[in-house]
């Protein structure tokens, strides 16, 4: 068992049992379902738009290699930089490199969960700069010393009194109040000082949208249109798999994405950038590059099975459906993107050993493949994985001999039922004996949290034999 199975059944264990956590999750999630739901339907036909989506994303994927061409030529010709990085480490030091020759000693962030997965704001912070999120939920995990909770609500797990709380100790002379409003005013205040002192923004993408030659990002908050015009350098870094190719495509990828994210019509800022100012612009920045990431992304374009994982346009809604995710919370995953999505990918994009656990925790009750807005059968890539950890001979050796014999016994109907009338004969003769349910082995699981089951005095098989004779 891996260092991070291990935590992650402990940290599982100890959310579980939160109930404050629960309850905090619970509220959270409540709104963002009736949100949703309402948000659905303002749509003349929510499934006709799924479907687009999904057509759309599939497109974008099929031509990725041309459409991203065609994307880095309207922005070079504009006077933008594109740099394809093959991975984490190949786009921090593009990014670190852009940031020196620049002198840049402040930078502020917009959301972008790429720079989480590339590990960026260390790499910078270790060159003397300051970085900040200016995402208002990023902000307060970037003051608690976390990683975001959620991909679309970073701070969803803490409640207003700990906000207070974190405000009152970090910006003590911005304080007015502590309404929800006040708050967000507060952060605001604080925010505006690094805002005019950055020489640097760096934002994410939503999509890039190829006929245009244009960068797309939808927020709610402003801090990305600030992000993005006000310091003299813009980066922007993205996945290759938001490529969409046409600019008509946003017609029904913005109102999807904002209507699953968060239930709103369309999100309160939807931009356009698609490249440095021009003589005739008095806003933007003068500098302007766009880093492709590929960090693993090519390697599930390669796998069939695992290729439409890209489609994904990070709307957070499988989380949010995850019965695992609602119980165990997102920190618990420590992987940058959690739930469902986030055990999907990351066994591709890191590795089966460290990651591969992550596609256990699923009870494949498929609530995640209804909600997807581009219908990724998240299910089935869950299984895939399971099926590529065991391949890579990661299963425990019990296991193994389990399944085994499982095979054997169900592959004759008498096996299976002398090995089904000695289970129960043994469980029954250890049960009557006073042996613990606690010590029953891999059932032991079960019995930790619920009562032990009456073991059945009939089988299924003779329950029906009684009922229907021999049919
Ligand atoms: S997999 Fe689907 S539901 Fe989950 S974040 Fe991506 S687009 Fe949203």
Redesign the pocket.
Known sequence: MSRLSEEFLVSAAHKSADLTHRSTIKRNISSYDAAVAKGKTRFADFEAARARAAQVKSEGIRNLASLLETFESKIIARGGHVYWAENSEDARQYICDVAQRNQVKTVVKSKSMVTEEIHLSPALEKLGMKVWETDLGELIVQLRHEPPYH?VTPAMHLTREQIRDLFREQMPDDMTGETHQELVATARRFLRRAFFAAEMGISGANFLVADAGLVAISTNEGNGRLTTSLPRVHVVVTGIEKVIPRLQDLGVLWPVLAA?GTGQPITTYSTLIGGPTTADEIDGPEEFHVVLVDNGRTEVLADKAQQELLR???????LNICPVYRQVGGHTYQSTYPG??GSALMPIFQSQQEYGHLSYACSLCTA?NS????K?K?SDHLLENRREYVAEGNAKISEKIGFSLFRWAAMSSTRFALFGWIGRKTLRAGLAMGISPHALGPLANWTKYRAMMDVPKDSFRDLWRKQNGNH
């Not at 994904?312 to 499988?318: F, Y």
């Not at 909600?371 to 581009?374: E, L």
């Open positions: 991909i699953t994904c346009i990070r709307c957070g809604a499988c469902p999505i995640c909600v997807c807005p581009v990724i998240l």
